[in-house]
């Protein structure tokens, strides 16, 4: 196998779970593969249970405990260039992905899961992503089938998905309970210092602590650079706060960037997003990017519980 392959496989049961992975992990540490499992602890468990050993396996971090999908590209771009660099030729992962089943915000998981076809592709990495049909939600799993260009079963075969979508996933962003009350800040076309102004005299009374403060402050000012070079004027700005948790958006009128990488790994690319979408991605709780009749939208959530 060459490059990147990207598999799916959809379980029902903790037997179903085991019949497509064990054969899947023992069967890359029979060839000397290196193996990387990240999977829910629960699963996990299930796993170290079923393997004949577990010496040779490396777990990481599994979907409920990555925090950010940025964080999970950087991770496991590190891991593959460590290894192809010490000369190994083929690995394997098994890579749980958050979802609202998982209590995660989906659409920059999904964008993930588009992004890591990619993200990955100079590597010669065989990873397979099991997702519980009892607890992923139908439209998650319509996403997952499109992002996917193999499809696992338990026999076995490693089939082409004829369901392959190339390219930007369409989702909708997880509402926030904030926005239904009105903004505490709106502001159209304006400039990065006005908003960096208007955001630090609007979280002054909060709780948020330093850092956080300061990733709201950036992420306002970067999201407003964003819409207003990127983007289709008017740029609006918005932002909602309570105590302890601040969202801020920008809206424009044009369609957003096409590149499913955006925000998801570094660029010096000027048409694109830029670095500093992806330093957004890396320190924010939450980011959405999503099309609707308004045009495009940036929405960043720090602090508390989204």
């Known amino acids: 196998m060459t490059g990147f392959q990207h598999e799916a496989a959809f379980y029902g049961s903790d037997d179903d779970f085991l019949a497509y992975v064990v054969p899947f992990v023992e069967g890359g540490l029979r060839a000397g593969e290196p193996t990387l499992v990240a999977c829910t602890a629960q699963n996990t468990a299930l796993l170290r ?35 192809t660099a010490a000369g190994t030729r083929q690995m394997r992962v098994v890579g749980q992905v958050p979802h609202p089943g998982t209590g995660s915000p989906w659409d920059w ?19 397979l992503c099991p997702y519980d049909i009892r607890t992923t939600p139908a439209d998650v799993l319509t996403d997952v089938v499109r992002t996917h260009p193999h499809i696992a079963s338990t026999v076995g075969t490693h089939d082409a998905n004829p369901a392959f979508h190339e390219g930007v996933l369409s989702t909708t962003p997880t509402p926030d309970l904030l926005e239904q009350g009105p903004a505490l800040i709106e502001l159209v076309d304006p400039t990065a210092g006005a908003v960096r102004a208007a955001v630090n005299a609007a979280i002054s009374t909060t709780r948020l602590t330093e850092d956080s403060a300061h990733d709201v402050i950036y992420a306002a ?86």
């Open 221 to 306: 000012s970067e999201i407003v650079t964003n819409g207003l070079t990127h983007g289709v004027a008017p740029v609006r700005f918005r932002l909602w706060a309570d105590e302890t948790r601040v969202v801020v958006s920008v809206t424009d009128r044009g369609s957003g960037p096409s590149d499913p990488l955006a925000g998801l790994m570094p660029t010096t690319e000027t048409r694109s997003a830029g670095l500093g979408l992806w330093v957004l991605h890396r320190t924010c709780d939450y980011v959405s990017m999503a099309r609707d009749d308004e045009g495009f939208t940036i929405r960043v959530s720090v602090g508390g519980t989204a």
């Open 49 to 83: 249970g079923a393997l004949s050993r577990t010496d040779a396996v490396m777990y990481l971090p599994g979907s409920d405990q990555y925090a950010r999908p940025a964080d999970a590209i950087t991770q496991y771009r590190d891991l593959f260039h460590e290894h």
């Open 109 to 127: 998981w999904a964008r993930y899961e588009a992004a890591a076809n990619r993200a990955f592709a100079e590597f010669p990495a065989w990873a």
